[in-house]
């Protein structure tokens, strides 16, 4: 497991723009594939975006694609989380995770197997 602290999310308006940061240790930090998820109320966890370990492969997922940027810096150890155009759909708990030399496919299929920080709130308001 490798600690990560999520940078507090807040309140945008629909059409804004948000920046989420994950901190994690820097010993090995290039050796993690890392991603965003994010639980809405009422609704289950789901992925947003993830980035490779091995040479930095971006995934979104469909209804981010075009707003949402993710990247990694591997010196600083963090991964951030761009959020442009923002809907009232985008409101959730946004989650940090992450998996040791492993893919983003597999944080996907099998969540219970990563790395989790404690999530920080995006609300936007319409």
């Known amino acids: 497991q490798v600690p990560l602290v999520e940078s507090e999310g807040g309140l945008v308006q629909s059409g804004g723009s948000l920046q989420l940061s994950c901190h994690a240790s820097?010993?090995?930090?290039?050796?993690?594939?890392m991603a965003w998820f994010r639980q809405a109320p009422g609704k289950e966890r789901e992925f947003v975006a993830g980035?490779?370990?091995?040479?930095?492969?971006?995934y979104y997922a469909d209804s981010v694609k075009g707003r949402f940027t993710i990247s990694r810096d591997n010196v600083m150890a963090t991964v951030v989380l761009q959020m442009n155009s923002l809907r009232s759909e985008d409101t959730a708990v946004y989650f940090c995770?992450?998996?040791?030399?492993?893919?983003?496919?597999?944080?996907?299929?099998?969540?219970?197997?990563?790395?989790w920080g404690l999530g920080t709130q995006v609300t936007v308001s319409s």
């Open positions: 995770a992450a998996r040791y030399q492993d893919t983003v496919a597999a944080m996907v299929r099998d969540p219970d197997s990563n790395a």
């Open positions: 980035v490779s370990w091995k040479g930095g492969t971006t």
């Open positions: 820097k010993v090995g930090f290039g050796s993690w594939a």
